[in-house]
């Protein structure tokens, strides 16, 4: 089992949409989770942190489910510019400096 | 403020030959950190650095690197293997505080190595 599973979509949306996606983890001792995104043929970049007790940026809302071990992304009044992948993070706090990645789950939101 | 930095951006190699892949960053972090990116696969981590003059290896072969300053962390491919095509991916992140790390990561914009 990978340490942490993403679906990989891709999620169509059409624009204006809400799309929502989780990311699950496996191991109970991670401490620290962050969502990227990812255009093609470009280098992740940061999109926001996960805070124990969920946090909004913007059109983007991120929520960590401790108990069932996953977090989530929900994008609302989806752009054409959301059109990614967008991967997750978990840093384990038993395994310092080994960040986990999720393989990425494609949005594409469409016209 | 350049971020992360690395080179080449593209790169050919033979089967046997070895080369050094270049990262360095401008922000004083700690933490810096090489990922291969394979389709359908994730990052995989290759090595990481606490800090200058440490290193830790998390893939057993096949690769070297040194950490000789803060801001310098080159990957060297010692004999190139079909295997190692892949996109190189840099990071640098914080400073460790304790025995825990929350600081997001800073990727460089990768190198597209592939093998023949």
């Known amino acids: 089992r990978k340490e942490v599973e993403q679906d990989p979509g891709p999620f169509n949306v059409p624009e204006g949409a809400t799309v929502a996606f989780n990311c699950t983890y496996s191991?109970?001792?991670?401490?620290?989770f962050f969502w990227y995104r990812q255009d093609c043929r470009k280098e992740p970049k940061l999109l926001m942190s996960?805070?124990?007790s969920g946090n909004e940026d913007g059109r983007f809302t991120a929520q960590l489910n401790r108990a069932s071990q996953y977090i989530s992304l929900l994008i609302r009044d989806s752009k054409l510019s959301d059109s990614a992948t967008y991967l997750c993070?978990?840093?384990?706090?038993?395994?310092?400096?080994?960040?986990?990645f999720g393989a990425g789950t494609q949005v594409v939101v469409t016209p | 403020n350049a971020g992360v930095t690395q080179t080449p951006k593209f790169h050919i190699l033979k089967t046997g030959q070895s080369m050094t892949l270049q990262c360095a960053q401008d922000?004083?972090?700690?933490?810096m950190s090489w990922y291969r990116q394979d389709p359908g696969m994730g990052l995989r981590l290759i090595y990481y650095?606490?800090?200058?003059?440490?290193t830790d290896k998390e893939v057993p072969n096949g690769y070297n690197v040194s950490r000789l300053n803060t801001e310098d962390f080159p990957l060297r491919l010692v004999s190139a293997a079909p295997s190692q095509t892949s996109v190189y991916l840099c990071?640098?992140?914080?400073?460790?505080?304790?025995?825990?790390?929350?600081?997001?990561?800073?990727f460089g914009n990768g190198t597209r190595l592939t093998v023949t």
């Open positions: 990071a640098s992140g914080g400073q460790r505080k304790f025995s825990s790390y929350n600081s997001p990561l800073h």
């Open positions: 922000m004083n972090h700690g933490y």
């Open positions: 650095s606490a800090a200058a003059g440490t």
């Open positions: 191991n109970s001792a991670s401490q620290s």
């Open positions: 993070v978990v840093i384990p706090t038993d395994s310092w400096g080994k960040f986990q």
């Open positions: 996960v805070y124990s």
